[in-house]
């Protein structure tokens, strides 16, 4: 069954937990959270103080997907807060198992993101160790890109290695998807859909968030 993330990037601010209520109504699965530093990508969101208090009234799960430098630095306060998903970009450190065993340990589910230009053969070392994988489908830093088709090739071959090495891995697309590519990549083996603006464009996000999962209907 396909998970939908919502990516509250695309959210009113101004009214964050009505919001999230109206996605909890709406049959969300997850909440995707965007934590972005201005340096690894060209835009800045919000930090620790707003997730804490995002997790505290989200009655769905809280997936934080770390588009900063120094990943490390977050991963400490996410496992004390029961964070439930936390992903951190193949590109921010030179020893990302580190990292991945901390939040083991901590038991949160740990993902490796991977740009679009980032082979996904480079998190196969690592593979074992991991829950899950964001494949990004548009270069991070900002919501409404374009969808990139380069990363069904990118799903596939993560599928089938993953079948072998972990069965229970699971597979989450972040960028551009909407109504149009969702079935094809649900095909591919994708898991988790995030969306942003294709969800919030529409003040029916029941509807919305039914459109991405058609396939399973
Ligand atoms: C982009 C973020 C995404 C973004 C997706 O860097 O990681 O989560 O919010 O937005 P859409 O669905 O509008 O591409
Ligand atoms: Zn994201």
Request: net charge negative; glycine share 6%.
């Amino acid at each position: 069954m396909i998970k939908i993330a919502p990516s509250l990037l695309s959210a009113n601010f101004a009214r964050l937990e009505n919001e999230i209520n109206l996605l909890q109504e709406a049959k969300a699965d997850m909440l995707h959270l965007d934590v972005m530093d201005g340096h690894f990508v060209p835009n800045l969101t919000y930090g620790l103080p707003i997730i804490q208090k995002i997790k505290e009234i989200s009655a769905l799960p809280v997936d934080v997907h770390l588009m900063v430098s120094n990943p490390e630095n977050y991963l400490d306060t996410l496992g004390k807060w029961n964070i439930d998903y936390v992903s951190i970009h193949q590109e921010t450190v030179p020893h990302l198992h580190r990292q991945v065993s901390q939040l083991n340990k901590m038991k949160v589910k740990s993902g490796i993101a991977l740009n679009p230009g980032t082979p996904v053969e480079s998190i196969f070392p690592l593979i074992a160790d991991i829950d899950f994988v964001l494949i990004m489908s548009v270069n991070p830093g900002f919501g409404g890109q374009t969808f990139l088709a380069l990363v069904y090739d990118k799903i596939l071959k993560l599928r089938a290695y993953a079948k072998k090495h972990n069965p229970t891995l699971e597979i989450e697309v972040d960028g551009g998807v909407n109504n149009v590519n969702s079935t094809k990549l649900i095909d591919s083996g994708v898991d988790i859909l995030v969306a942003g603006s294709y969800i919030f464009q529409n003040s029916d996000y029941k509807e919305q968030i039914k459109s991405l999962r058609k396939k399973d209907v």
